[in-house]
């Protein structure tokens, strides 16, 4: 008899924390019907998680798959790029032997089977995900077992963690409402769904005692978290009960959007015990002219006060954003504006992006857009003034009190410090340990610390 095909995968994930959670998600729908997993040397069969954010992540899958299947593998795409693009990318990249949508993770096992076994598999067929859910958020909840939503419902065999971290993202919802004139991600990702919060807090449960110590919370836009179910204080209420949950050091609170942060919000994050004070923003700009044809809210004005606001209640503060550079009509007033605030806010990491069209955006036809070189020297102007700032901000540092979570040998981060915003190196400290050091130097945006006596 001759033996049965290969069932050992590797995952590969790209983009962001929300495709970590769905790989996990995979990775246990594969184990629970029998597949392993390995790494790309061994497996049979590569899944790559792909990003279809904007040009540099298409890029970066595109070429993720076209280097699998160099090496002789099996490859299969899903994830956003797949979704958004499915029979198209198909087409386009031959070299994969399969483009899945989220309605195939169900029953991705299967679909690995087939792809091994040289069975064809029909590649996914796009459709606008906002489409797929009632508009009023009130009716949603009761709509959305109909529909594949990554990372929403949860029983323990639903996720397999990846990596014995410390620190875990944990999904508060999926999806988005807003309209953005730039943002393509409503209309693969869909509506906005929150998941229950005895869903949310029975899988932090298990995430901490799977050794997570830091659980960061993850979606689309967290601020919207409770409206589809008529309750717009939900994450209010959801934080504390995380904070107090055994094994659990620390909570922290990503992707917030300033139009919809409450100052009850503001408060419950900067003056919870194990809540971080840190407030990942996403302003994209400064300039109000520049926001509104993002069909956007905001202003210098707005965003400073928002950030004194936050800072009255918790001095040391943790502050993040994005900001885009190079959207059509942008004047270089609108930059310097850009720059004034930036300068004025104290951010301790500041992510700069220039504008690129995507498909099926408000944005993609405006008038006025700036040529690529325009947009590259206007991204590196920002980008070297925003690493001066963040810089600056580090050293201010220097003398103040942080509590740090231990993620490898003696290098953590403080509460301060989102996963992509810098590391603390606490000399001696352990694997887990959350240590209240000081900080005595800097290196950039790292820092350095020394236990406090």
């Not at 679909?111 to 489409?131: K, M, N």
């Not at 919207?224 to 922290?252: C, I, M, N, T």
């Not at 690529?372 to 009190?401: F, I, K, N, P, S």
Request: overall charge negative.
């Amino acid at each position: 008899m001759s033996p049965g095909p290969s069932r050992t995968a590797a995952l590969v994930t790209l983009g962001c924390a929300r495709n970590e959670v769905d790989s996990e998600e995979l990775a246990a729908r594969l184990g629970a019907n029998g597949w392993k997993l390995d790494d790309a040397d061994a497996a049979d069969v590569i899944v790559i998680n792909t990003c279809g954010f904007i040009d540099s992540a298409k890029k970066d899958s595109i070429d993720t798959v076209l280097g699998a299947a160099d090496r002789g593998k099996k490859v299969v795409a899903v994830g956003c790029l797949a979704e958004r693009y499915g029979a198209e990318l198909a087409e386009s990249l031959p070299e994969a032997d399969a483009v899945l949508g989220f309605d195939a993770y169900a029953d991705i096992a299967a679909r690995l089977d087939d792809v091994v076994a040289g069975r064809p598999v029909r590649s996914h067929a796009p459709r606008d995900r906002r489409t797929l859910l009632p508009l009023t958020p009130a009716r949603r909840q009761a709509a959305v077992a109909d529909v594949a939503v990554p990372g929403h419902a949860w029983v323990p065999s639903a996720r397999r963690r990846l990596s014995d971290a410390p620190v875990a993202y944990l999904k508060l919802a999926s999806g988005c409402d807003r309209r953005c004139s730039f943002c393509a991600i409503p209309s693969f990702r869909g509506a906005f769904v929150s998941r229950p919060p005895t869903e949310v807090l029975a899988e932090a449960r298990w995430l901490a005692a799977t050794g997570a110590r830091e659980l960061v919370l993850v979606s689309e836009n967290s601020t919207s978290y409770g409206k589809d179910f008529g309750d717009l204080r939900a994450l209010e209420a959801l934080l504390p009960q995380l904070a107090s949950l055994d094994g659990v050091a620390r909570v922290r609170v990503s992707y917030l959007q300033p139009a919809e942060l409450r100052p009850s919000l503001v408060e419950v994050i900067a003056t919870t015990p194990g809540v971080a004070a840190y407030l990942d923003l996403s302003f994209q700009h400064a300039s109000a002219p520049v926001l509104r044809r993002m069909k956007r809210f905001g202003s210098t004005d707005a965003f400073l006060e928002l950030l004194a606001e936050a800072r009255a209640l918790a001095p040391d503060l943790g502050a993040r954003s994005n900001v885009i550079v190079g959207f059509p009509g942008e004047s270089e007033a609108d930059v310097a504006e850009l720059e004034r605030f930036l300068g004025l806010a104290r951010l301790d990491a500041i992510g700069v992006f220039g504008y690129s069209d995507e498909e099926g955006t408000a944005a993609a036809d405006f008038d006025g857009k700036l040529d690529a070189d325009e947009v590259a020297a206007r991204v590196e102007q920002v980008a070297t003034l925003a690493d001066e700032l963040a810089t600056q901000r580090a050293a201010e540092r220097v003398g103040t009190t942080v509590d740090v979570l231990i993620e490898q040998a003696s290098v953590g981060r403080a509460a301060h410090q989102g996963p992509d915003d810098g590391g603390t190196r606490v000399p001696g400290a352990r694997r887990g340990e959350l240590v209240t050091a000081v900080v005595i130097d800097t290196d950039g945006v790292d820092l350095t610390a020394i236990p406090r006596r």
